[in-house]
Nanobody, 118 residues
C-alpha cells in the first residue's frame, strides 16, 4: 500500500517562503514521478511541479521561477521550496506520486494548507 505524507504548510506573509516536504512509502514503482498539485475551493486541482525518477522536471506557468522542486530517490522524498509567495498561492497543496506500469496510477497525500496573507 502506497502512502504519502506531507509537511511544511502554514501561514506566511506575501513575499515570504515555505518549504513543503513529502515522503512516500510502500510499493513504489521504479518508473514514476513525484510532485505537487494544489487546489482551492471551487477550482480544479492543478499541477504545481513534478519530477520524474530520472530528474525531468515540469513547472506550472504560474510558478514563474519562484519555486524549486527536488527529490531524493533513495529516501523516496520530494520537496518544494516556495519563495516570493503571493496571496493567490493560497491553497491546499497535495503531494502526488504517479507510477507507470501498464497504465498511469496516481496516489495522493492528504494535503497541507498553505495560506499567504497580503
Amino acid at each position: 500500500q502506497v502512502q504519502l505524507v506531507e509537511s511544511g504548510g502554514g501561514l506566511v506573509q506575501a513575499g515570504g517562503s515555505l518549504r513543503l516536504s513529502c515522503t512516500a512509502s510502500g510499493n513504489i514503482g521504479s518508473i514514476n514521478a513525484m510532485g505537487w498539485y494544489r487546489q482551492v475551493p471551487g477550482k480544479q486541482r492543478e499541477l504545481v511541479a513534478h519530477m520524474s525518477d530520472i530528474g525531468i522536471t515540469n513547472y506550472a506557468d504560474f510558478v514563474e521561477g519562484r519555486f524549486t522542486i527536488s527529490r531524493d530517490n533513495a529516501k523516496n522524498t520530494v520537496s518544494l521550496q516556495m519563495n516570493s509567495l503571493k496571496p493567490e498561492d493560497t491553497a491546499v497543496y497535495y503531494c502526488s506520486l504517479a507510477v507507470m506500469t501498464s497504465s498511469l496510477q496516481y496516489y495522493w497525500g492528504q494535503g497541507t494548507q498553505v495560506t499567504v496573507s497580503s
